[in-house]
């Protein structure tokens, strides 16, 4: 089964809003500790799947944000 790139995307932000929840608890600094260490390599992990994601496009520098093209926009004066 294939796992889909937002799965780590989603995964690692809800990660790391985690431990910034526990470190505002002020938990025990181990438990931060190791989940610092684990939010990095979530990280890492993340970033290889989404680099290494087979996506294309057919957008261009031309089309910029598709709701104000601004290869397209009328010029009034």
Do not use: R
Request: hydrophobic letters at 50%; proline letters at 4%.
């Amino acid at each position: 089964m294939k796992v889909p790139v937002m799965f780590y995307v989603i995964l690692t932000t809800l990660f790391l809003v985690l431990l910034t929840i526990m470190v505002a608890m002020e938990l025990p600094f181990n438990w931060v500790f190791y989940a610092t260490c684990i939010g990095q390599v979530l990280v890492v992990i993340m970033v290889y799947k989404v680099l290494k994601n087979k996506y294309s496009t057919t957008k261009t520098f031309d089309d910029f944000y598709e709701d104000h093209p601004i290869g397209k926009q009328k010029i009034t004066s």
